[in-house]
């Protein structure tokens, strides 16, 4: 499979930092608001992915069998905001730089299962392997986890980046998706997500 990846730009997001701030009433005269703490975490937080960024974007595309639509994937950094979302995608720039290939890797499972140049929707898939699981966050997130899982052991080789993970996930959707994977197996369920959709 001769695989390009597209290119990750990850920048200040500065008209909808205002709009974060606003939403979340934060108290931005803090230091950790400041534009120039701001763009020095960015920084780092970029360095920390361009590190394995190559390794996982490749790998990503291979593990799904499948190839990323966009030749240029904008990651917009806003600092008042927990958590993140694919799209687009939006994370908070005070996200640890050690955390944060990981929650943009999460990201771009999600990015990549929804826009890819094959035109796939794995969502009719993970129906058929997880029948059971009625909350949708749940089950598109066994998914996630899943290949997610096998970045961290078979690509990257960091048990403790999946530990950090399954550990911080304390949402109950992301910890009953964890729990789900655990016990069915993440190479299980790669096949099986991958026997319906491909």
Same mark, same amino acid.
């Given at each position: 499979m %001769?695989?390009? #990846? ?7 997001a500065?008209?909808? =930092? ?8 934060? @108290?931005?005269?803090q230091?950790?608001?400041k $534009?120039?703490?701001?763009?020095e975490?960015? %920084?780092?937080? *970029?360095a =920390? ?6 390794s ?13 639509f966009?030749n240029?994937?904008?990651?917009? +950094? !806003?600092? &008042? #905001?927990?958590?993140?979302? /694919?799209?687009?995608i939006? +994370?908070?720039?005070?996200v ?8 943009l ?5 999600? *990015?990549?299962s929804?826009?890819? *140049?094959?035109?796939?929707?794995? /969502?009719? &898939?993970?129906?058929?392997?997880l029948? @059971? ?6 089950y598109?997130h !066994?998914?996630?986890? &899943? ?6 052991? @078979? ?6 980046? $999946?530990e950090?993970?399954?550990?911080? /996930?304390? &949402? ?24 319906y959709?491909?």
């Amino acid at each position: 499979m %001769n695989i390009t #990846h597209p290119v990750i730009r990850i920048q200040y997001a500065r008209f909808l =930092a205002p709009i974060f701030n606003g939403y979340n009433d934060i @108290d931005t005269t803090q230091e950790k608001f400041k $534009l120039d703490t701001i763009v020095e975490r960015i %920084n780092a937080q *970029r360095a =920390a992915w361009t590190k394995d960024a190559d390794s996982i974007l490749r790998s990503l595309q291979e593990l799904l069998e499948l190839t990323f639509f966009e030749n240029l994937i904008k990651v917009y +950094m !806003v600092p &008042a #905001h927990k958590g993140a979302f /694919s799209d687009p995608i939006v +994370m908070s720039s005070l996200v640890t730089p050690e955390q944060f290939p990981d929650i943009l890797t999460h990201e771009l499972i999600h *990015r990549l299962s929804v826009f890819n *140049r094959e035109n796939c929707d794995v /969502s009719p &898939a993970i129906r058929q392997v997880l029948p @059971d699981v009625t909350d949708q966050k749940i089950y598109v997130h !066994v998914f996630v986890h &899943a290949f997610h899982k096998a970045i961290y052991l @078979d690509i990257l080789h960091d048990e403790k980046r $999946l530990e950090r993970d399954i550990n911080t /996930s304390t &949402a109950p959707a992301y910890q009953e998706a964890w729990k789900i994977v655990e016990e069915r197996g993440y190479k299980e369920l790669i096949s099986k997500f991958k026997k319906y959709y491909k």
